[in-house]
């Protein structure tokens, strides 16, 4: 399921990234590479807030999309 539907408060363990050559390398130097885990802390206006690897990181609900957990 893509990362946009999930449940904030939930962990997640990133299972692909899809998406064209350019998207996949910026959400994989972001930190969203496969076996990594991931806390949705909320979401709003189509924006999604997530931990990952002791990081806070707002991303856009396309880019969301492209984040299967």
């Not at 590479?33 to 189509?46: C, D, H, M, N």
């Not at 991303?59 to 299967?68: E, P, Q």
């Amino acid at each position: 399921m893509p990362l946009l539907l999930g449940e904030p408060g939930t962990v997640y363990t990133v299972r692909r990234v899809s998406g064209n050559e350019k998207d996949r390398h910026y959400l994989e130097s972001l930190g969203f590479i496969v076996g990594a885990e991931v806390t949705i802390i909320s979401k709003f206006s189509g924006y999604v807030l997530v931990n990952i690897k002791g990081a806070r990181i707002g991303i856009s609900g396309h880019m969301a999309k492209r984040i299967i957990i």
